[in-house]
């Protein structure tokens, strides 16, 4: 099959640069929004700390803490 008009082809090595370069910028955006879930968890627990409600703790910080559910298990809800 011919390629489209105005296609370019890259080398195998340029492709896995590519997927490379696409899992870093992953890895880097998934680090970054565990550290920022960290910050809100530690402004939470602040908050808590000084006597405001957790509800208004969690509004304030932005955390979502985890909420226990009817058979036990937790999961994340957003406040």
Excluded: W
Excluded at 3 to 20: D, F, K, L, M, R
């Amino acid at each position: 099959m011919p390629s489209p008009a105005g296609a370019v082809e890259i080398t195998e090595a340029e492709y896995n640069e590519g997927v490379a370069a696409i899992e870093a910028a992953n890895a880097a955006k998934v680090a970054e929004e565990a550290a920022a879930q960290e910050r809100a968890r530690m402004d939470y627990e602040a908050l808590i700390a000084a006597g405001i409600p957790p509800e208004t703790a969690a509004r304030m910080s932005g955390y979502n803490p985890p909420h226990p559910t009817v058979d036990g298990t937790q999961k994340s809800e957003r406040v």
